[in-house]
């Protein structure tokens, strides 16, 4: 009797798990590894646009990574990627920690800045992109207009029309549109250090620097994994704003094109340039895959070590 | 309550209709001799000529009533790619509307009807360079009937030169005086920016046709020239020369907003295609325009516009209304639907015989007359690195003063020649 109803108890359990973990299952397979793996097998294929035709084994890795015109395309947008990646790390998730630092301290006014800080967050990146197209516009555009107001008219600049500024222009916007998420998560990671050991710091004649680069850096470690992680991601990923902002081709002259573009127009073509070219496309983007699924885990355990060494 | 009864009422209205297909179907079964009404579809990436197609269907129906059909537009970007996926799945419209050039936007020659004169005697209201652009590069047969031709020229604001005293240039020596009294007496003389990379072609093939020439381009395509030609190469030298005459900043100056320049009157000039005239007449119908072609090198040169065909309709190889399909198609070449085409959708439609009531259609149309193919769109565009995107950089580069004309020029042809035959040397 006890064990019937153990059994069935048990059998209601397992019914239970199966019924919250095949659903999503399915789903993942249906729309994540299905589509990767088909992506995959297409790039082993010559294409005609959208056509598929022969077997071509490893031909459109070995064009997009080494081919004449290809390569040279790739490894530029590559090096762009790379750029991005440092500099967002520097004006997006540094400058983050310090805007979360300085709110954790409760300044005056310090419930409106993290509602200011974080405000950007939410809009969307389409919006955000045709926003600052508009205000680095060389004519009527707020930058110029506020460096004249300034007195500062001899740095008047088309911003996003010289490769010097282009890119760094881009990167400066996605930075205004995103610090708050890295501020957020270091301003959660800081309210957790218990306030004793500050206090104690404190005691001991810690200078406000100190405190911050000797214990509260290093105690925020969870923190910098995953805002580090996600930006590693976002930057080889990036798309959305540098398409708004500057175009399929990286306008001007390449200067701003990143792996996200030249993948795009590559497959899906460019209609007022290029043409439709899936095998090289999926090529590209097999690759970027592979490379952002490797190094996020690499950054991933390298960063967890840390945490667990502290 | 209310909704109550809404709901009621649009079950009943629902279930009414069912019956009445139902009964429509049953009526068909019983009576397959009779004529029935046949539907057939027609994809297109022109959402905004809903309207139009609208009334040129309504047209084509007084013809043959027993033909409907139905109009439906995707979002242009995402056309190819829900065009092509169709076709790939044995599905899609019966009439297709193709791009033009080479793969026509649907890859496979085999996904579409081919068609010829015999099939469609309208094809003989066609020039040879529109029945050339719907040829498939693959198999070298045509496929669709064509349907806009668009060109690129200079449109200039009448009251703006007026204002000047200035008259629309002939030579490129006068062209360069009317931008300086423009600029002079305070206007922009061009609107243009190249902050966009496509619009730096548009300015190559409005600005310099009539400089680079026909042969030009005649004797690239023989093998006998290559883009490192001094008539290439000194076009762009020249347009290199003039380009203080552009909107302020001008690298920084996108589509956008180098088009609200020439809209909003604040710039006499404007180096674009004859699809911007629908454009700024609707952001600012007080505008008076005029046209002219590229400035010649020196008076008595001939006068040439760049020009390039849009797209055509073509018919789904799965089509199972064939007939239907291709009376529609020889309707669509007809100069009646041509001259409706025209007036309604303010396009120039390449068959002969249309009449235009607009009179800025009527002179893109006249200036037609001597034209040479917009260069890199028409010839160029098969292969990576197309030819566009080669010359787009190239002169985006050249005019932020980081690239000279002839460094421009063998860039594209070391470009070009990765693919193209008489280039590789």
Redesign the interface.
Known sequence: MQTDYRNREKRRRAAWIAFLILPPLAIMLTFVVWPLLSALSAAFYRW????QGDFIGLKNFADVLFG???AALTWRAFRHNLFVFFALFVVQNSVGFLLAWFIYREPFGFRFHRIAIFMPVILSTVLVGFLW?LF????FGLVNQLLDMAGLGGL????????TTALPALVLANAWHWIGFPALVYLAGMQRIPREILEAAKLDGCTGWQILTRVVWPLVTPSTTITLTLLFIGAFNWFELPYIMA???G????STDVLGLYFYR?A??????????FG?GNALAVLMFLFIAVFATIITQYLRRREVAL | MLAGLQTKSIVRRTLGKLALTLFAAATAFAAPGQAQAEDITMWSWRQEDKAAYAKLIAAFRKHHPDINVKFEAFE??NY??VL??AL?GGTGPDVVQVRAY??L????PDYLVPLDKTMVPEFANFPDSAIAAETMR?DGKLYAVPFASQTMLIIYNKELFEKAGVTPPNTWDELVAVSKTLKEKGINPFGN??????QN?TIVGALLSSLIGRQFEQDVLAGKADFTDARFVGALARLNEIKEYF????????YA?SQQFFAAGRAAMFAGGSFEIANFLRQNPKLKLGLFASPVAKAGDERLVALFYDGGYAINAASKKRDAALKFLRFLGTPEFGTAFSNELQNISPIKGVVFENPLLKEVATLNQSAMSYIMLVNF??????G??LL???V??ML?G?ATPAEVGAEVTK?IA?YYAPFKK
């Open positions: 005609d646009g959208m056509a004449e015109h290809f197209k680095l516009d060389p004519n008047r600049q088309p911003w996003l029309g010289q490769e175009g399929l081709d306008s001007p002259y390449g590559t899906f073509g460019n209609q007022t340039a290029g043409i439709q070219d090289h | 242009a970007a190819n790619t092509s996926t790939a080479g793969t936007g649907v890859g496979k693959a920016g190249t902050a966009t990379a496509w072609e909107a302020p900043n001008f690298s920084g100056v996108d907003a565009r098969y292969q990576e690195p197309t566009s995107v787009q950089a190239g985006q580069k932020a980081k470009g990765t």
